[in-house]
């Protein structure tokens, strides 16, 4: 282990799908620290009694729900040429993940959590209902004044408004019973919305569907 503090700071985009959409954010971290270790990485570890690779995740995904352009930050000990970085993840993810992209970031940049401000998901629900029957109950959740909702925090039930969190919600369709619902949800440390919540407060969740991240979106973008 080289603890002599980190020198390189890469900015990794991947996709995870799969059947790793079904593992918790816990056991995600778990797998890339695997990644790492297998990739032959100069890693830069934490202090403490029991010292980590130091990397950082934009945001976890909800179990179930499949990721493209998700980002995450790595420490290094030595410096690497973005491409050889790459070059090494590729050769060792598991199946599910997908190293896209490496590039060198500032050391010492704001962390990723902290810039975080929306993200951009497109769920296929299957339903013979008329598309314009779900408009309807689109622009009726929009125009709510309140979409009041319930979630277990730290073992607590909370009571939350959706309504802020949702920043944008689409809906289209075809012949083959396939509805495409587009949504950019408020993803920052001031609150989150979450994509199941919004199927959910529409009637929608219990109908086949599945739920992907297309995109985060941070305050660097401007």
């Known amino acids: 282990m080289n603890d002599s503090g980190p020198k390189q700071r890469v900015r990794i985009t991947y996709a995870k799908g799969g059947a790793l959409k079904y593992i918790s954010h816990l056991d995600l971290a778990r797998t890339w620290e695997r990644v790492f270790r297998r990739a032959g990485l100069p890693l830069a570890y934490s202090q403490g ?49 997908t190293a896209g992209e490496v590039q060198e970031i500032e050391l010492r940049a704001p962390s990723l959590q902290s810039q975080m401000r929306a993200a951009s998901y497109r769920a296929v629900i299957r339903s013979q209902e008329p598309v314009q029957a779900i408009r309807i109950r689109v622009q009726a959740l929009l125009a709510a004044p309140t979409i009041l909702r319930r979630r277990q925090h730290k073992g607590k039930e909370q009571v939350y408004d959706l309504g802020p969190l949702i920043q944008d919600l689409e ?52």
């Open 171 to 222: 809906v289209e369709g075809d012949d083959d019973g396939e509805r495409i619902m587009t949504m950019r949800l408020q993803a920052s440390p001031k609150g989150a919305g979450r994509p199941d919540e919004v199927l959910d407060a529409l009637g929608l969740s219990l109908a086949p569907h599945t739920i992907e991240r297309t995109n985060l979106h941070f305050e660097f973008d401007k």
């Open 49 to 97: 009694f029991n010292p980590r690779p130091r990397f950082q995740i934009a945001a976890a995904l909800p179990v179930g729900v499949t990721g493209q352009g998700e980002l995450l930050d790595l420490w290094l000990s030595d410096p690497l040429l973005p491409d050889q970085a790459l070059t090494r993840l590729r050769c060792v993810v598991p199946s599910g993940l």
